[in-house]
């Protein structure tokens, strides 16, 4: 098993920044590639970035290519969201969680979902 905690959320004005953290323990986090979801309210949960293993690959939604960039330090069993440049569109609760098997693109391919942290942009 493996217990996701997303941190970092809140609200913030357009053109703002915010990193989010995901702790994760239990299982060996640094063999998963991390991907990012989020799910704004009437709409389907989406894909916005994942990060390898060793956080030499990073793939990102092109909605957010360019302002948003994964990272993670396995030593502390934690990635890290930095969003810029952020638009109100942006809204949406964030999760974290780990890919076991298929696209890293796809929700169905994650297992092990954190609870999700609100990110409300202010026009």
Do not use: H
Request: charged fraction near 15%; hydrophobic fraction near 35%; charge should be positive.
């Amino acid at each position: 098993q493996v217990q996701l905690v997303e941190s970092g959320g809140g609200l913030v004005q357009a053109g703002g920044s915010l990193r989010l953290s995901c702790a994760a323990s239990g299982r060996t986090f640094s063999s998963y590639v991390m991907g990012w979801f989020r799910q704004a309210p009437g709409k389907e949960r989406e894909f916005v970035a994942a990060i390898s293993w060793s956080g030499g690959g990073t793939y990102y939604a092109d909605s957010v290519k360019g302002r948003f960039t994964a990272s993670r330090d396995n030593a502390k069993n934690t990635v890290y969201l930095q969003m810029n440049s952020l638009k109100p569109e942006d809204t949406a609760v964030y999760y974290c969680a780990v890919l076991t098997s298929g696209s890293l693109y796809l929700q169905q391919s994650y297992d092990y979902w954190g609870q999700g942290t609100q990110v409300t942009v202010s026009s």
